[in-house]
């Protein structure tokens, strides 16, 4: 299993410590403001497992985040694999979720950072992408800060949503191999 480090913060495997603030973050309505609705603690608990597994089959997926100077743990940053069935999926997504109290600190960028790293050098994917309600204009800015720029089929309805739900349109950025080679050199 890949474990990622940086600075100030470890990507690792989940532990069962992780539960609590994983299910209390997932129940905060602004943390969750961007998503369809907040997670009870069963669906919170369900995607630690989920991830879990993932990490242990394929040694990456959505790492939990976790503070080194603290020990806290902070919410998680990764890969996923998407397929919506349009002409840009499959597709290895990378995303993040933070605790409000992490935010304002660089963690999600500093992370993300790492992560890229991560699929460009040790996975060899051709490209990333990332997505969001239209809405949500702080993952949006860290998209930009770690280089991803706006793919040509954004914005999209995200087709897990209903049509007409308040978040259908979501924004779209990409980042392929060669344009983060060219940035890294």
């Known amino acids: ?42 669906a919170s608990d369900a995607l630690i ?22 020990g806290r ?17 499959p597709a290895v997504e990378i995303g993040w979720r933070l605790a409000r109290a992490a935010w304002g600190h660089g963690y999600a960028t500093e992370a993300a950072a790492a992560v890229l790293a991560f699929a460009f050098e040790e996975l060899g994917l051709a490209e990333l992408v990332s997505f969001t309600a239209t809405t949500n204009a702080p993952s949006q800015a860290v998209m930009q800060r770690i280089g991803l720029r706006p793919h040509p089929a954004s914005p999209f309805d ?17 980042l392929t191999a060669d344009d983060w080679e060219s940035t890294t050199s």
């Open 1 to 42: 299993m890949a474990e990622l480090r940086t600075e100030r913060l470890v990507l690792r495997q989940w532990r069962s410590t992780d539960h609590e603030p994983f299910a209390a973050l997932n129940a905060d309505p602004v943390v969750m403001e961007h998503f369809p609705s907040p997670l009870d603690r069963a």
């Open 49 to 70: 497992a989920r991830e879990q597994a993932r990490i242990d089959e394929r040694g990456w997926g959505l790492w939990a985040v976790e503070v080194v100077a603290t």
């Open 73 to 89: 743990f902070v919410g998680f940053v990764g890969l996923a694999e998407e397929d919506f069935g349009f002409d840009w999926t």
């Open 158 to 174: 995200h087709p897990r949503l209903d049509p007409g739900h308040r978040l259908e349109e979501h924004v779209l950025y990409h």
